[in-house]
């Protein structure tokens, strides 16, 4: 099993950058790769940015391309997410989730934070 807990979420305005950490407990946290997702009011999930085990493979969305950057720190058992120029359009609660390498799918998920961008 892996504890997934977010924070760093809260109100800012547009323009303005946020970092949120998943912190990690359990299970070696090296053998996973990670992902933050996000899901604002009314829609549906969105795959916001993934990175693997060792930090060396990143996608992230084209709606974030340029602004957002993920990234690890084995060592602290945590994934981040920095989050620059932000718009009101990146109001959402995000999450974080955890899958073994080389699996499709996340099998283990974070609380959420919730992130508003204000115009």
């Known amino acids: 099993q892996v504890q997934l807990v977010e924070s760093g979420g809260g109100l800012v305005q547009a323009g303005g950058s946020l970092r949120l950490s998943c912190a990690a407990s359990?299970?070696?946290?090296?053998?996973?790769?990670m992902a933050w997702f996000r899901q604002a009011p009314g829609k549906g999930r969105e795959l916001v940015a993934t990175i693997n085990w060792s930090g060396s493979i990143i996608t992230r969305a084209n709606s974030v391309l340029g602004r957002f950057t993920i990234s690890r720190d084995n060592a602290k058992n945590t994934a981040y997410l920095q989050m620059n120029s932000l718009k009101p359009e990146d109001t959402a609660v995000y999450t974080c989730a955890a899958k073994e390498d080389g699996k499709l799918g996340y099998d283990y998920w974070g609380q959420g934070t919730q992130v508003t961008v204000s115009s």
């Open positions: 359990g299970r070696t946290f090296s053998r996973y790769g």
